[in-house]
């Protein structure tokens, strides 16, 4: 079966310092991963997404991630994180098959302080 | 515009009533998904519907039923709600081939 581990669940950074928030995941073949973001009373938007080449991929709003398959790992990072960059961030792994469905992990809080 | 569109945004209801959550895409996507993310924000797949046919089910209460009319909907209808159903529940919709999911604003469900 597959799962995600957020291992931070509230994370508090300066406005200006640099980010990563981490992700493990588990999965019997090469996952999908994607990072999604959820700012307070919204909706879930999509940063960015592996599926296959690059272990690194750059995302909207200055996010990249990389995937890196010895430690199951696909870290979130931003160098210089901005005051509405303050939402939950969710890491999901997808199977393939006939469903593709979502595993979300359990979110990491990001406040931005001034 | 073109989206995952959800209705209704909000819905207070009592525990025991039965009420629905309607899901509409103007994507053309083929398969549509529920999820239900808790109070602790926790976001876990419901249903999945592939072209009106119903693909996942995942151990959800038979209380919940979804219909899909047609490709672009997928409505959920939840029977004798109990006070364990409050949470947000979000729409998605997919098109074959692809992996990437676009979601709808979500509908946050309280039941008093």
């Known amino acids: ?114 | 515009d073109t989206a995952v569109s959800q209705t209704p945004k909000y819905l207070v209801t009592q525990m025991g009533n039965d009420k629905s959550i309607k899901c509409e895409q103007n994507l053309g996507h083929d398969t549509m998904y529920w999820y239900k993310q808790d109070s602790k924000k926790f976001l876990k797949i419901m249903f999945s519907y592939n072209n009106k046919e119903l693909i996942i089910n995942e151990t959800v209460p038979n209380r919940f039923s979804p219909k899909s009319p047609d490709k672009a909907h997928l409505n959920l209808h939840i029977n004798s709600l109990e006070l364990g159903d409050s949470a947000v529940y979000f729409c998605a919709s997919r098109i074959q081939g692809h992996n990437e999911q676009f979601f709808g604003p979500g509908t946050r469900l309280t039941v008093l």
Do not use: M
């Open chain 1, 1 to 114: 079966a597959q799962s995600v581990t957020q291992p931070d669940i509230h994370i508090t950074v300066s406005e200006g310092a640099s980010l990563e928030l981490r992700c493990n995941y588990s999965y019997g073949a090469t996952p999908y991963l994607f990072w999604y973001v959820q700012s307070p009373g919204q909706g879930l938007q999509l940063l960015l997404k592996y599926f296959s080449g690059d272990t690194l991929v750059q995302g909207i709003k200055g996010f990249e991630a990389e995937f890196k398959r010895s430690q199951s790992s696909f870290n979130l990072r931003k160098p210089s994180v901005h005051w509405s960059d303050a939402a939950e961030y969710f890491c999901a792994v997808q199977g393939g098959g006939s469903n593709y469905k979502l595993t979300f992990g359990k979110g990491t809080l990001l406040t931005v302080n001034p």
